[in-house]
């Protein structure tokens, strides 16, 4: 851990830590966890060049907790000032408390180090960020200039339609007090700004914003010392609502910006030539996506967070697809050319503004998609800098799998990598995650292709995110994809995508990520086929409130941008995998088309009655909560047609029940905030509860057959629904009653029942 002993700024925390923020507990661990490639942290650069400390060093302390069970003799720390010279900078300790600790006087700017333990190179495992020096894995400090005085958060309160807060002027190195008249604070909201009268009374200053309508607000504070040096503004984000807003009560609703709806004709663009049109823009744009918040479609599912994919502007033209033969357009945003720019063709700065203010206004968060692993090879870093990036082999070609090479592999020859290990490169993109949010009110992010990105990568993105936005105690959400399978041998052999996943969480890492082998092991062998059972069913929603860390917000789902649909996976499902089965897959030809029975939507709905009722921030995939079908990227990016009056009578049917589950989950706070507790499963049936620790809870049944179930389910004490108590479907259906702490359940076909008191 390091910071600077008494003249630090961080808006984040009035504390002891650092830029690097680590008084929360890193991510970081002493043997650097799972990074490139499984290398050892022990590391150390060689013939390093010393990095020159002018006179305007600050004192910045580092500090080492050893971990339990251990007592080293000797600890101490080098980096860049010493050229990573052994022994380095010795550390006194320990003292009362087992801390090591040494002062190293450093200069303002990014700093890489290490820890020595007993001899032993290590990062420090409380470290928020990694620096790469002549290619070599580092902790990071920012060390800030002490002589600037700071502003920090000393208190506040929160309430409909009311803020106030309380403000401390911490003076600089030279102790020079605040100049009252150099005071101000800024409110905003949807991009527009207003000044608010102040009270400063010696170094604290009193915010109070009365009379707040519904919304986003953002309050900027800024102050100057008597000699005129500006302290680094201070940032504090909130919400009035009614209820305070918790991650845990997310319902993502993702979509492809250009496949939603067009909004806008005036920037629509021409097909592009030799392109199958499936893999062409398709004209739908920010203001499209801005009419159906509008339309109220959103709210009817009770989605309480959009996720978009990249806003970015994209090439122009076209470039081949992964089979060498066919031609595809960059419509779905993954594929940047501009680091600060929103496509044109899906409306830029205004639309996307727009966008975000609609949003807000109906309690929608915003999470822009960020891309981190590569860019598009026209992209303006690109020729500016060449040295940030890199290519390697092919991403699944022969000799390159997506697990040992996940770290070198690049997605396509035009996809060249953004090299992490350029500090430069880490830097921009720091800023450019600052810069998104910061422009655009954005509410966090999902970040792409978390398994193919250094620690580094992660670790400086958030920790830069968190530093700037934070300071008020609003979370920016940060959730990730680190993309895995599961195989169907238990837990045991699937303990490594598990630990995966869960290294980017933390902290000053990610809130959670997308569940991969949830999506694998239910969605997919339970409700697409019938390979196992709602016991199976049962025990691996378990297994994820088991296998993630404590607090994680993980995101369940059963059908992504990267996946077949589900109801085109159940319509083949079973068939010989040499035969039909292969349709789902196919890009180009003999693709599949729409189902031709009711059954794959009466199991889609069944599997929607699970998702809507799983923890965390369960994600529907624009299109599903209807049935939309479709193969393989780019068949399964059709067109929305969630407005139109087209639908089937199996899609509405479909839609209908969806907005059910969603209005149950938004107004059944176990269903959002509840832990997961087992209830009753058979092959046919499983009955769960979710249970709050204020004692709220909600029970939840599903028949994934096509023949009615009846069950008895004892009801586990824990649950204290005593006998009596009547619960009620909050779907419409029969309520039932708590007799001899159990309860009989009678469910249809494809059926399903959501109780509560």
Known sequence: MVHQTKYLFLPLFLSLCLSLLACGGGSGNADGGI???????????????????????????????????????????????????APGVAMTGPDGSGVFSAKVPLAPGWWAYKIIVDGNWQLDPQSTTRKYVGGVENSGVTVGDCYLPSLALASQNNSKGHYSAQ???????????????????????????SSLVTNTSGSSIAIDAANLAAGKYTIFVDAKDRLG??????????????????WRDSLIYMAVTDRLKNGDKSNDVAPTPNVDHRADFHNGDLAGVQQVIESGALDQLGVRVLW???????????????????????????????????????????????????????GIRVLMDFVIHHVHKDHEYVAAHPDWFHQGCLCGSNNCDWD???????????????????????????DDAVWWLDTFDLDGYRVDAVKQVPDAAVMNVATAVRREFEASGLRVFMTGETAMGWSDCGLACNQWQYDLISHYIGPWMLDGQFDFPLYYAVPMQVFVNDTHGMIHADYWSQASGWEYPNGSIMSPYIGSQDTPRFVTLATYRGQDAAHDRSIPGNKWTNYAGPPDSSEPYQRLRVAMSWLLAQPGAPMVYYGDEYGEWGGADPNNRADWRGDSQTLSPDEQTTLTLVRKLGQARKNLVALRRGAY?????????????????????????????????????PLPVSLALADGTTLNDALGGASVKVAAQSIAVNLPAWGQAIFAP
């Open 35 to 85: 990074d490139a490639g499984g290398d050892a942290v022990a590391d150390v650069v060689v013939d390093a060049p010393i990095v020159d400390v002018d006179a305007g060093a600050c004192e910045t302390t580092f500090t080492f907790t050893p971990p339990a069970g251990t007592a080293p003799k000797a600890v101490s720390v080098a980096g860049e000032w010493d050229g990573f010279a």
């Open 404 to 430: 040992s090479h996940r770290l070198d592999c690049v997605f396509s020859d035009y996809l060249p990598n953004i090299d992490w290990t350029v500090p430069a490169a880490s830097q921009q993109m720091e």
């Open 308 to 362: 978009l994919t990249p806003f970015n502007t994209n090439p122009k033209g076209a470039f081949f697809d992964s089979d060498g033969v066919d031609l595809v357009t960059g419509y779905h945003g993954y594929w940047p050319v501009k680091g600060r720019e929103v496509d044109p063709r899906l409306g830029g700065t205004p639309a996307l503004q727009s966008l975000v203010k609609s949003a807000h206004a109906h």
């Open 167 to 193: 403000v401390s002027f911490v003076p600089g190195a030279a102790q020079t007090q605040i100049d009252p008249t150099t005071v101000t604070v800024t409110l905003r909201k949807d991009f527009t700004d």
């Open 229 to 246: 040096r500006a302290a680094p503004r201070l940032r504090l984000v909130f919400w009035s609502e009614d209820q305070t807003f918790d």
């Open 677 to 713: 507790v087992p209830v009753f499963a058979n092959e046919p049936v499983v009955v769960f509860a979710r249970q709050t620790t204020a004692g709220d809870v909600a029970l939840v049944a599903i028949n994934r057959t096509s023949s009615p179930q009846s069950v008895v389910a």
